[in-house]
């Protein structure tokens, strides 16, 4: 069975609300649902679907250079020069934490709702909300 390539995006759309509940929404454009109140919700951000437009990205395969051309994410791509097909996923918006204990850097996924953590260097757990 072949396994499925995938290439992240660079290009990331804003970090958004929810306009009911405050929350914050997932990272993605057109309609989305808040995970956190259930709100449907309409993005839309010409910026980014431009800018997706025209993103270069490295074949996973033969590593030629390709311009995207796609205003979605994720995007189904097949290289022109190998022809190896791939998705290009959304980019997964990555923030950096301080432990409130021991005040070290947690680099982590940025996703709605509240998350428990434990730091890996002074094992105190504590929660984060985005």
């Known amino acids: 069975m072949d396994e499925q390539l995938i290439v992240e995006s660079k290009i ?10 405050n929350g914050l929404l997932p990272s993605a454009l057109g309609d989305i649902e808040c995970e956190l109140c259930g709100a449907n919700v309409r993005v839309e951000h010409e910026p980014t679907r431009t800018q997706w437009m025209k993103e270069r990205i490295s074949c996973p395969t033969c590593s030629k250079v390709l311009i995207v051309g796609v205003d979605e994410r994720p995007a189904e791509l097949r290289c022109g020069g190998c022809d190896t097909q791939f998705t290009l996923e959304a980019k997964v918006i990555r923030v ?22 434990t730091c890996p260097a002074c094992s105190v757990g504590f929660k984060v909300s985005f």
């Open 96 to 117: 950096e934490i301080e432990c409130p204990s021991c005040n070290r850097g947690l680099r982590m996924r940025q996703r709605p709702g509240e998350r428990n953590i």
């Open 12 to 21: 990331a759309p804003p970090p958004l609300s929810c306009p009911k509940c």
